[in-house]
């Protein structure tokens, strides 16, 4: 049975309440409250992909344009293609890719102030930021910005590799956003959205992939915490029965007795030194003082009985 449908009894409050109003779907109420329930399979694996995908880029960038670049990882973010790219704004140049075999899809958004800075440097020139940025890249501009997304492709592959190869291809590298949407994706596509900032000294620069979910479904697996949670208990009361039922060897030891180096040097054979108090003992295990002890003797045996607790 798949629990992710089973209604909480919160849920099932909320809907209860429901019916006492008016025009209200409660079927669709049923499956919003599902939907939210419902966890992504893919999301413990997203740290490790982010973190390896943005060393790798932060290396390939560093080495194309001969500078030390900075990059950070911000939140990654589900949402849909339409309202990803309404928040993205507007002065970007978009690189669609597709993944083969799967033929999923996914979109590189590279701002227009990156690639003039990029190209700065690539031609010679050095950072400005005060130029005003060139709205219109030209060929030149365009197969620069390809570059880089290839560059962030193979440090998005790098990052895949503990799940799986990606084959990857660049299909159109563009400013016009309707058309990168209309070869692969469509605006009600439920995407990742993965975010970085690119530091060139102090110019930070928005870099974003709008990646299909359905590939990181298809592409990772689902973690069984359950399972896993479970067996990890089982070996814990394993453990713990052996250990509770093992044998130990515990040492009835006198207390320690204070002697000068030279004294202790000086000692021979037939030497008597002196503690004390004889009954005094300690009970150790593996040299560890765990108890104070009076030694005596019990039944024609000697016997050392606990006092106290150290």
């Given amino acids: 049975m798949d629990e992710s449908r089973i209604l909480t009894s ?16 409660l ?15 893919y999301t413990y694996a997203l740290v490790n992909i982010n973190e390896v995908t943005r060393a790798e880029c932060e290396k390939n960038l560093s080495s194309f344009l001969r500078k030390k670049i900075l990059i950070k990882t911000k939140l990654n973010t589900n949402t849909y293609v339409a309202k990803a790219l309404e928040d993205i704004g507007d002065k970007k140049i978009f690189s669609m890719f597709r993944v083969l ?12 102030s990156l690639l003039h800075q990029s190209i700065n440097l690539l031609f010679g020139g050095k950072l400005n930021v005060n130029e005003p940025v060139i709205e219109n890249p030209g060929k030149i501009g365009t197969i620069v910005a390809e570059k880089i997304c290839q560059l962030f492709l193979s440090g998005f592959a790098q990052g895949f590799q503990e799940y799986g190869e990606l084959n990857c291809e660049i299909i159109k590298t563009t400013r016009l956003v309707n058309l990168v949407t209309s070869m692969g994706m469509s605006n009600e596509d439920p995407i990742v959205l993965f975010d970085w900032s690119i530091f060139l000294d102090e110019i930070e620069t928005p870099f974003q992939l709008l990646l299909s979910e359905e590939l990181l479904n298809q592409i990772i697996p689902p973690r069984k915490e359950d399972n896993r949670h479970r067996e990890k208990d089982f070996w814990k009361t394993a453990i713990k029965t052996q250990v509770v039922d093992s044998l130990v060897t515990v040492n009835v030891t006198l207390p320690d007795v204070s002697i000068r180096v030279n004294d202790f040097m000086a000692l021979k054979e037939g030497d008597v030194i002196p503690i004390s ?3 005094l003992v300690y009970i150790c295990l593996n040299s560890i003082k765990l108890f104070r002890a009076s030694a005596g003797q019990a039944n024609s045996k000697r016997v050392a009985k606990i006092t106290s607790q150290i």
């Fill in 277 to 279: 108090d004889p009954t």
């Fill in 27 to 41: 079927s669709s109420l049923v499956t919003d409250q599902a939907s939210v329930k419902q966890d992504k399979t």
């Fill in 101 to 112: 075999p799967n033929n999923y899809f996914g979109i590189f958004v590279l701002d227009l």
């Fill in 10 to 25: 919160e849920e099932v409050d909320a809907i209860l309440k429901a019916t006492k109003e008016q025009n209200q779907d």
